[in-house]
């Protein structure tokens, strides 16, 4: 068995006892833990304050995209003014869209997405009934005739146009309201 001394008090390392002239050491560890537990805190309140902004954000949204859709929906009459009317509500949403301040990355990525969908539809309303508009005022002539036939060809290219814009918005609908969790 080993000779067991007393221990000397010089032979114990500096760190392993604390020392007269530093009274502070022995609440080091109770300093780190009370760091860490305000860190995570912090940390822990940055992340729900950031989950509140993306939620108000996607709130704002939504309500916007929702007026188009409205719109859209609310839509009747092949007249080319009841067009127009849709073509220009379609180009206002557009614009409230872009005017949205969001900071959330992935919101502000289908923002773009959403004003660029909205205006390309808007635009293919505006042709359609500046279309229609040629078509409803032309005179029964057979020269004409050549003229009307191509407003009649632009007018379903337009309409399809107009179509798929709409299903790009669907996709987009579905992919926003996952990304904010909206149930549909």
């Known amino acids: 068995m080993p000779d067991r001394r007393p ?3 010089s032979r114990t390392p500096p760190d392993a006892k604390v020392r007269a002239d530093r009274p502070w050491q022995a609440f080091a560890p109770a300093g780190v833990a009370i760091a860490l537990v305000l860190a995570g805190g912090i ?25 188009g859709y409205v719109r859209i929906l609310e839509f009747q009459g092949s007249d080319p003014q009841a ?6 509500n379609l180009q206002a949403v557009a614009n409230e869209l ?5 900071s959330d990355e992935r919101l502000a990525e289908q923002q773009t997405q959403f004003v660029s969908a909205y205006r390309e539809l808007g635009d293919a309303y505006g042709k359609m009934a500046d279309e229609v508009r040629r078509i409803s005022s032309a005179k029964p002539d057979p020269q004409q005739l050549k003229e009307l036939k ?5 007018v379903k290219r337009y309409g399809a146009d107009a179509h798929e814009q709409a299903r790009r918005l669907e996709a987009l609908s579905l992919e926003f ?8």
């Open 7 to 9: 221990s000397d008090p």
């Open 43 to 67: 940390w822990g309140g940055w992340r729900v304050w950031q989950q509140r902004q993306r939620t108000l954000q996607c709130r704002q949204a939504i309500e916007v995209v929702d007026r």
């Open 83 to 88: 067009i127009e009317t849709l073509a220009n």
């Open 98 to 102: 872009r005017l949205l301040e969001l």
């Open 150 to 154: 191509r407003s009649q060809a632009q």
């Open 177 to 184: 309201n996952r990304y904010c969790g909206v149930e549909d």
